[in-house]
C-alpha cells in the first residue's frame, strides 16, 4: 500500500502540477481581497445614506394671494377691473345682477360711515339720501329707519300739535290724493321698466352673439336706470306722505302721549334701525359684490368669469397677488408616527410640480417649526426657504399663487457603511 502511494506521487501528471510555479492571483490574491475590502470601507464610509421623510408640500409667501370666491349663485352683471390689473384694497371687482345701483349703494355706505361710530340722536335725525337712489332690496331698510326718524321727531316737535280736528282730515285728504297721483305716476313708469327690461336682455344677447354693437346696449343700460331711478323718486314721496298719514291718524286718536319715557323708546328704535340699515349694507355687498381684499394685481379666472355669465357659489373666479414680496414658505403634513425625528433645522429638498427638476432642479430649504398638536392626525411643518428661490442648477422661481410639490426632509444623514452594521447587529440580535 505504501509503494502504491508512493508511485502516485511522484507520478508525471503530480510532478507537472508541483513544478509549475504559482500564478499571480495564487500569488497576491490575498492583498487583492485586502484592497477591495479597504475601498469598499472608504467608499461606504465616504458614501452618504441618509434618513428621509417624504410627503407633500405647498409653496406660498407669508402674505399669501387672496382668493376671489362667490358667496352666492348669480348672474355676473359687471366686471370692473381688468385681468392682471393692479387694484387697491376695497375697489370693487364684480357686481352680480341685482336690482340697486352700485353707485347708489355706495353713496349709501358712505354717508352711513359718515356719522360715525357712535353717532348722536340729532345727527342721525338729520341723516338723509335723495329720493331717487336706487337701493333696491335695501329699501325696505332704510324706509324704516326714515319711520323711526319721524316717530322720534314728533316727539320733539310735531308739526300737528296746533292742528284741530278738522285741519287734520283736510290734511289727511289732501295727503292721500297726492299719494293716489303718485301711484299712477308709479305704475306707468313701473310698466315702462318691464318693457326696457326686456328689449335689454334682447339686446345683450344679440351683443354676445356679436349681432350688436355695446354702445347700443349701453344706452338702453341708461334708460333703464333712469327709470329705475324716477320710480325710486316716486315711492320715496309715497313712503314720505305715509308716514306723514301715520303722524296725522296718531295725532287725531291721542295715542302718542308726549312723555320722556316715549321720546327715550323712540331714539332706541331709531338707533337699532341705523344699526340693521348698516348690517344690511353689508350683506347686501357680501352677496353682490366681490372686492379686492388687498392691494396688489388681480388675476381672474377668465373660464370661470364674464359679464352676463351665471356662476354659481363658493366659486373661485380668482386671486389677487400683493405686491410686495414676502418671505417665501412652505407647509408640509406629516403622519405623527413619521414625524418624531423631525427637528427644526433639517435639511429640506424640494421639486416643484411645476418645474422640471430634470431642467430647472431642486430647491434646499430648512425645517422651522412643528406643530405639537396634530390635526385630523397630522403634524404641520413649517419649511423656510431662502430670499430667492434659487434651485440648485442655478435658476431663480418666482413664487406665484400657491406651489405644490414634493418635499424630502432628511431627518438623519448617516453614512453607508453604518447602515450596514446596524443591519448586521440587527440581524444577529434577532438569531440570538
Known amino acids: 500500500m505504501q509503494d502504491y502511494e508512493n508511485i502516485e506521487i511522484r507520478s508525471e501528471e503530480v510532478q507537472e502540477i508541483l513544478g509549475t510555479p504559482p500564478g499571480w492571483m495564487a500569488r497576491y490574491g490575498t492583498l487583492f481581497a485586502f484592497i477591495v475590502v479597504v475601498v469598499a470601507g472608504w467608499v461606504g464610509f465616504l458614501l452618504k445614506y441618509p434618513d428621509t421623510v417624504e410627503s407633500q408640500i405647498t409653496v406660498t409667501t407669508t402674505d399669501p394671494p387672496k382668493r376671489l370666491v362667490t358667496e352666492t349663485r348669480g348672474r355676473v352683471k359687471t366686471v370692473m377691473a381688468n385681468n392682471e390689473e393692479v387694484v387697491a384694497a376695497g375697489e370693487v371687482l364684480v357686481v352680480f345682477d341685482n336690482n340697486a345701483s352700485l353707485e347708489d349703494v355706495m353713496t349709501l355706505e358712505l354717508a352711513i360711515m359718515g356719522v360715525g361710530n357712535a353717532p348722536s340722536d340729532s345727527t342721525l335725525l338729520a341723516f338723509s339720501l335723495p329720493g331717487n337712489v336706487v337701493l333696491g332690496e335695501l329699501k325696505d331698510e332704510l324706509y324704516d329707519f326714515y319711520r323711526r326718524q319721524q316717530d322720534l321727531r314728533q316727539y320733539l316737535s310735531n308739526p300737528y300739535d296746533n292742528f284741530n280736528l278738522q285741519q287734520l282730515n283736510k290734511e289727511l285728504g289732501k295727503i292721500q290724493s297726492m299719494i293716489r297721483s303718485d301711484q299712477g305716476r308709479w305704475a306707468n313708469i313701473d310698466r315702462q321698466i318691464e318693457s326696457v327690461e326686456k328689449r335689454l336682455r334682447r339686446e345683450e344677447q344679440l351683443s354676445q352673439e356679436n349681432l350688436l354693437a355695446e354702445e347700443r346696449v349701453s344706452k338702453t343700460r341708461e334708460e333703464l336706470l333712469s327709470l329705475r331711478r324716477a320710480r325710486e323718486g316716486i315711492e320715496s314721496s309715497i313712503k314720505s306722505k305715509e308716514l306723514d298719514i301715520e303722524g296725522i291718524r296718531s295725532e287725531m286718536t291721542g295715542v302718542r302721549q308726549v312723555t320722556k319715557e316715549g321720546r327715550q323708546e323712540a331714539a332706541i328704535a331709531m338707533r337699532e334701525s341705523f344699526q340693521a340699515l348698516q348690517k344690511a349694507v353689508e350683506e347686501w355687498k357680501r352677496k353682490f359684490v366681490i372686492s379686492s381684499p388687498i392691494d396688489g394685481i388681480v388675476s381672474f379666472n377668465l373660464e370661470s368669469i364674464s359679464e352676463q355669465q351665471f356662476v354659481e357659489a363658493d366659486r373661485e373666479i380668482g386671486v389677487v397677488v400683493p405686491l410686495k414680496r414676502q418671505k417665501t ?104
Open 329 to 432: 414658505k412652505g407647509f408640509v403634513q406629516v403622519d405623527m408616527s413619521r414625524s418624531g425625528k423631525i427637528r427644526p433645522g433639517q435639511k429640506v429638498i424640494v421639486r416643484l410640480d411645476s418645474y422640471s427638476y430634470a431642467e430647472y432642479g431642486a430647491i434646499e430649504a430648512r425645517v422651522e417649526k412643528k406643530s405639537q398638536v396634530p390635526i385630523e392626525g397630522k403634524i404641520i411643518i413649517e419649511i423656510g426657504f431662502k430670499e430667492d428661490l434659487v434651485t440648485t442648477l442655478g435658476k431663480r422661481i418666482e413664487p406665484s399663487r400657491e406651489m405644490k410639490g414634493n418635499a424630502v426632509i432628511i431627518t438623519n444623514d448617516k453614512r453607508f457603511i453604518e447602515r450596514v452594521f446596524e443591519q448586521v447587529r440587527s440581524t444577529v440580535s434577532q438569531e440570538g
